[in-house]
């Protein structure tokens, strides 16, 4: 039996969408990939959303059996409005995963976690072989941090030695991410906060040297072919 109430079906993005067209169009190519019996992660954010969306009605319309990983809380609850049955990387293997990203530059290294969902995020990417990033031209540049700081998960008891430990890798700022919609800081989806960092410049070993510093979950830098990413651009 399913429930009644209403408050989840409510879930819908909150935000305005820049580049609808765009991204609506990299939503379709995604959801024309999906077949029945896949394992699909799902990314967060406004494009992943359209996306998913795009996969919902095509699930609808063909009959599919699908199954999706998401990585947030919000991405779960829109399977579910859609029909889509979600499971967890504890159960299952993606076949392949979409998500959006922040930055893209010319060697497809990316920034990602504006949203907050950078740990699952990452972990999902790292459990495929196949993952594809829907941009649209404003998320291209052409030096990494050119337009976002990178944000770095962090647990919460450790945020004065991230702080310490980062500012010996050259930093222009270092900022605790605030909420909007609550007081205090921003909690991620696995709990724990952001720290937004802008370098003065984003080395290639960054993303394995912010990784070693104790208390550091994840950061959103995706250096390097070990993702097995694919850019699909609007």
């Given at each position: 039996m ?12 909150t ?22 019996g896949?394992i ?8 992943a ?15 599919l ?5 998401p ?5 779960m609850i ?9 499971t967890t990387l504890?159960n299952?293997k ?7 990203a ?7 290294n990316?920034?990602k ?9 990452k ?8 993952n ?6 404003s998320?291209?540049v ?8 990178v ?15 980062l ?15 609550k ?9 724990n ?6 370098f ?12 070693s ?9 995706f250096?390097?072919p070990n993702y097995?990413?694919?850019?699909i651009?609007?």
């Amino acid at each position: 039996m399913n429930w009644g109430n209403g408050i989840a079906k409510d879930v819908i993005w909150t935000n305005e969408i820049s580049n609808i067209e765009q991204k609506q169009k990299v939503a379709h190519v995604i959801a024309d990939k999906v077949k029945n019996g896949d394992i699909i992660g799902i990314g967060s954010g406004s494009t992943a959303t359209l996306a998913l969306k795009e996969i919902g009605k095509k699930v609808k319309e063909e009959k599919l059996s699908i199954l999706a990983i998401p990585t947030s809380f919000e991405m779960m609850i829109l399977c579910t409005n859609l029909g889509i049955t979600t499971t967890t990387l504890i159960n299952k293997k993606p076949d392949w995963v979409f998500d959006g990203a922040d930055e893209v530059d010319s060697m497809n290294n990316l920034i990602k976690g504006r949203g907050g969902a950078l740990f699952k995020e990452k972990l999902v990417l790292s459990s495929s072989l196949e993952n594809y990033i829907l941009v649209d031209d404003s998320k291209l540049v052409s030096t990494l941090g050119e337009k976002f700081p990178v944000p770095v998960e962090v647990f919460p008891y450790a945020i004065n030695i991230v702080e310490t430990r980062l500012e010996t890798l050259g930093v222009l700022d270092i900022a605790l991410r605030m909420g909007k919609g609550k007081d205090g800081p921003v909690i991620t989806e696995s709990g724990n906060f952001i720290i937004d960092v802008k370098f003065k410049k984003i080395e290639s070993e960054f993303e394995k040297e912010i990784k070693s510093i104790p208390g550091v979950i994840e950061s959103g830098l995706f250096i390097g072919p070990n993702y097995n990413l694919t850019i699909i651009k609007g």
